[in-house]
């Protein structure tokens, strides 16, 4: 090969003149032998012809290698952003197990937040029916604070929720009960000419009476019999039966309502029952006359029936507390 001496460039050992310049070789150098050539490209050029070719190329196209790139990159980003927004604006996640358990937990939590003000609000307001009915209690005013008991119904009282409202008005029966036997024996002993028929054997069946299930259209809430056999009936619309009664013994069977339950939430079962005694109201202001039939239940409490049907059940039925 032959070197051009003024531009470096490689020629044909045979060229006249330089392919890269147009230089015109002399004889000499024309004549030059090859060696010489490949020498004097070391020793003035040390770089290979190939990178220098390589250079060249490189020199010339340079300027078009980052644009192209840099476009090639920008597009990709175009599409692939667009890509993503496509698919992501038509997926909707799919709810998850827990994201359903979540709803569910917040809508029983919801739930009972609702029963549990519920729940304060009947509580707060037999609260104050109570407070009211004790204060009638100390004053010694007894049948009012029956009366002002009756306004809770024996519905609610049957519930394990209001088990504390459910012991206050025991409390309270138990002494009004109390309170109307003293009175009632007071009044014996201030009327010589009067009898009392609640004593001796008779005398634990002046009492206080709850009714024990009512049904359809019943009304009645508790009945007290004083020792002197004064009665009064409260009732749930406030208002009030009063009578006199009369004890007697009793035999016979009649139909009663099963009592094991204190406070029960459906019809009970019926049985017939054996009467220890007969009590016989007659009601003031021409509400005629009543019998029930009182007798000793399993649960040691004293219950009175009227021993008449009522639907599937028992027409009165009320028990002592």
Excluded at 4 to 33: I, L, R, V
Excluded at 51 to 68: D, H, M
Excluded at 142 to 168: F, G, H, N, W
Aim: hydrophobic share 30%; aromatic share 10%; net charge negative.
């Amino acid at each position: 090969m032959k070197v051009c001496p003024k531009c470096q460039a490689q020629n044909d050992d045979q060229a006249a003149f330089c392919e890269q310049c147009g230089y015109h070789f002399t004889e000499e150098e024309a004549a030059e032998p090859a060696a010489q050539g490949e020498r004097l490209q070391t020793e003035t050029n040390p770089e290979p012809t190939a990178a220098v070719a390589s250079r060249r190329t490189t020199e010339k196209n340079g300027n078009k290698v980052p644009w192209l790139v840099g476009g090639i990159i920008v597009l990709l980003g175009v599409v692939l952003g667009l890509s993503l927004y496509l698919f992501l604006g038509n997926s909707k996640p799919a709810p998850t197990a827990a994201s359903s358990t979540q709803m569910e937990s917040t809508a029983k939590s919801q739930n009972s937040t609702a029963e549990s003000s519920t729940k304060e609000d009947e509580l707060a307001k037999y609260d104050d029916i109570i407070t009211e009915a004790k204060k009638l209690t100390i004053a010694g005013k007894y049948k009012e604070s029956e009366l002002q008991l009756a306004a809770i119904p024996v519905s609610a009282l049957a519930q394990d929720k209001y088990s504390t409202i459910r012991s206050a008005i025991e409390d309270l029966n138990a002494k009004n009960a109390a309170g109307m036997n003293q009175q009632a024996a007071k009044d014996t002993q201030g009327n010589a000419g009067g009898d009392s028929t609640f004593v001796g054997d008779f005398a634990k069946w002046a009492n206080t009476y709850t009714f024990y299930y009512s049904q359809e259209d019943q009304i009645q809430s508790t009945l007290t019999i004083s020792a002197n056999g004064g009665v009064t009936q409260n009732n749930y619309d406030g208002t009030q039966y009063f009578g006199k009664a009369v004890i007697t013994s009793a035999d016979g069977e009649y139909l009663s309502y099963e009592t094991n339950e204190l406070y029960p939430g459906e019809m009970p079962a019926t049985k017939m029952i054996e009467p220890n005694v007969t009590i016989t109201i007659d009601w003031d202001n021409g509400g005629g006359s009543q019998v029930y039939y009182g007798y000793l239940s399993y649960s040691s409490r004293l219950a009175l029936t009227d021993g008449r049907e009522k639907g599937a059940g028992v027409n009165e039925v009320w028990i002592s507390y």
